[in-house]
């Protein structure tokens, strides 16, 4: 049983290499629609706000205060290439309908901002049912997911 829990813990540690998105290898790239792969903002996106101000406000809508939510964008800086409504929302949408409450999602994203830059359909939502066809139920996912 542990080596399966320990198995569980690498593939759900939002830092952890097996579930990050390699987002390092998209910088200066256009993104095109699909599903939720990352999108760069454009000017249009942005309609006369700064990126910066714009993500800064969705991460404190989320209930982060304002120094946490600088302090996530400083950890994850390429939060400001994602568009908030095909990218972000979608992540923290996926989240919460897996039974996470608001807090658990804020937490989860100050603690690992790189979370919102893995792809749903490529790479959350298959690692997730792996570990369901394991055995694992979506509360003891929602835990570590969380912490």
């Not at 700064?50 to 800086?77: C, V, Y």
């Not at 100050?110 to 570990?131: D, F, Y």
């Amino acid at each position: 049983v542990l080596p399966l829990c320990l198995a569980a813990a690498a593939v759900l540690a939002p830092c952890g290499s097996f579930l990050a998105l390699d987002w390092w290898s998209s910088v200066g790239t256009q993104y095109v629609a699909k599903g939720s792969v990352p999108r760069r903002a454009s000017s249009a996106d942005i309609a006369g706000k700064s990126a910066d101000t714009r993500h800064l406000q969705w991460l404190m809508d989320l209930g982060m205060d304002e120094s946490k939510a600088e302090n996530t964008i400083a950890k994850f800086p390429h939060l400001l290439q994602y568009r908030i409504a095909d990218n972000l929302e979608p992540t923290m949408q996926w989240l919460k309908d897996r039974g996470m409450s608001d807090s658990q999602v804020a937490k989860a994203i100050a603690r690992c901002p790189q979370l919102l830059g893995c792809s749903l359909e490529e790479n959350l939502i298959p690692k997730v049912q792996m570990l369901r066809e394991w055995g694992f139920a979506d509360s003891l996912l929602v835990g570590m997911m969380s912490r």
